[in-house]
């Protein structure tokens, strides 16, 4: 009986110790962001959704590459990303610039946005391709 009670400890904390909840954190959807993070949102969408056509049977593949320098956003000024790795596993991503900084262990999904020293970060993979209607972005004040 004992050792049932101890096992059963043991899973409620490796369950509780293991997951986390992000819904403490401060989060706001797309239509509440500050007007020049959305304006810059929806070019980035415009420009990677809509292809040059040069007549209607020939698209330009350029207009797809993929380059990940749209990472991060700063329209604060003076704001880098940097991701460290181990061999091929990421294992932090630092954004920083001369006096502050956000490190996180976790996987980031793109694009980051920094405006007015708040890190505006999206909780769904793939939206510059999907479309930032629905999207809730995580907001972080960096210190």
Sequence with gaps: ???????????????????????LLNSVVFNDLP???RDTL????????????????????NDFSE???????????????HYSFWHTWLISTKISN???QY?????????IVVYND??????????IVLGFENAVFQVIELK
């Design 98 to 100: 001369s006096s502050k």
């Design 35 to 37: 007007q020049p993070v």
């Design 1 to 23: 009986m004992i050792m049932r009670s101890f096992k059963l400890l043991v899973l409620c904390i490796l369950f509780t110790a293991c997951s986390h909840n992000n819904s």
């Design 42 to 61: 929806i070019s980035m969408h415009n420009l990677h959704t809509m292809p040059k056509i040069q007549n209607s049977a020939e698209i330009d593949l």
């Design 118 to 127: 708040v890190l505006y970060i999206p909780k769904e993979y793939n939206l």
């Design 67 to 81: 380059d990940n320098s749209n990472d991060l956003i700063d329209l604060s000024g003076g704001y880098s990303i």
């Design 103 to 111: 490190v996180t262990k976790e996987h980031l999904p793109t694009p």
